[in-house]
């Protein structure tokens, strides 16, 4: 059985704030943590946490700072121009993660500069705080190709196996599994979502009931689950990749 | 509170299977369905109740069989093609969603024909037999652009908002959530996910928690998740697309 929460009393989060005080307070007023649970943090809080708020009356000069690729853009008919891109984490996003929404006008909130670090240092606060041995994952809502909407994905772990491994097992025919690789820190950072809400403040969850999946705090972060551009088939939208193609096609010898 | 469960006695399932009895039996020998849970069911035994097992020696053939259009292709260094294409429900994924793992030596298992109307089917069913108001969801495990591993999304779904509809909602600065649409069918995929495991035999489970998901039979399906190739900035893997680019820009008048 898996039980997802999401803690109450959460307060709006200010610069330098102490999460690991904020989410043990939470705690404290409800359902202790225990060993293997998984704690699941909005990546907007810790943004906010860490003054990662600007004051920027341009939200598209913002992204352009935070863009180290541009991906894939595309304008609208009334002139809205959607921008995808690589940011400097390595996670491909629209807006490049840049956030305006729930914030303050004429200020953009950027993601965590090192959201494995910041998921490390609160399991650490909260395993020492709590004495149980949990794991955090920090998340950030987003799209996807080929399909519509967004789903609230992992891109900060700590103490927590990303990937269920399922090297050495085999299916029920007794063959081994060797592609499927899933990416349960996504799959725990969707659920989250389900009890977390969107416009509520309620920015964060507790997943319990697959404390198999939680151990060393310096197991590998988020970060792993990035797909680098160059083993990436779609690290390119298909209008910019032909384009690029059609010139050096035009330029090439005859 | 969300709460996910597999069933547990669910035995193999054969073509021409009820998955209405298999799944109300499961259930029965368990926690009730209460109005608002929401059956999360993997695929394969769809598939396999629908008859969808094919004899087939050559798992390359079928995949061809089930192309509606090449998204792009790989080849490994050892000569391991992996192709991502659109199936027939529109859906992009490796091998268009053609299943060699849990089945005989020999065949392969292909999607269902129409999961949403599966879905339907399924719904309906455990409606009458239980009482309860449950929706349904079918899954299917997908890799993903520009991360690595793969997670459970929805590919069919009845008696579900697939979306959460945040239209006249606003953030905490009263500002409209316009942009924001989240796939909860994929989250609560994603989430069954992490208790039926892969190697098991729990191909379904129990989301309890968000009945304000439930509804009517007749709401959009997930084929509404999935995006028309045409608004898809990702259509076409990037190399295939240069590729294309290259070769009109080649034959342009100069």
């Not at 043990?24 to 860490?50: F, H, M, N, Q």
Request: proline residues 6%; charged residues 25%.
């Amino acid at each position: 059985m898996l039980q997802v929460w999401a803690l109450e009393g959460i307060p709006e989060v200010s610069p330098g704030d102490d999460l690991v005080a904020l989410i043990g307070d939470a705690v404290d007023r409800g359902e202790p943590l225990v060993d293997g649970d998984i704690v699941v943090v909005t990546s907007k809080i810790v943004s906010k946490a860490e003054g990662r708020l600007l004051r920027s009356d341009d939200r598209e000069e913002a992204i352009t700072a935070q863009t180290v690729r541009l991906v894939a853009s595309r304008t609208s008919p009334a002139g809205h121009v959607t921008r995808i891109v690589e940011n400097p984490l390595g996670i491909v996003a629209a807006a490049a993660g840049v956030d305006a929404s729930n914030t303050p006008d004429g200020t953009v909130l950027l993601l965590p500069e090192d959201p494995d670090a910041s998921a490390r240092s609160i399991a650490a606060g909260l395993r020492e705080r709590t004495g149980a041995h949990v794991g955090v994952l920090i998340t950030d809502t987003l799209g996807r190709a080929w399909r519509e909407g967004q789903i609230d994905q992992a891109i900060g772990a700590a103490g927590v196996h990303v990937f269920e491994d399922l090297r050495g097992q085999t299916d029920a025919e007794g063959r081994p599994l060797v592609v499927t690789q899933p990416c349960v820190a996504d799959e725990i950072a969707a659920a989250a979502d389900l009890v977390k809400g969107k416009s509520s403040r309620m920015p964060v969850a507790v997943a319990r009931g697959r404390a198999d999946l939680v151990g060393a705090l310096d197991l590998p972060g988020a970060r792993s689950i990035v797909r680098p551009a160059e083993r990436d088939m779609f690290r390119r939208g298909a209008d910019e990749a032909y384009a690029d193609g059609y010139a050096a096609g035009r330029i090439a010898p005859h």
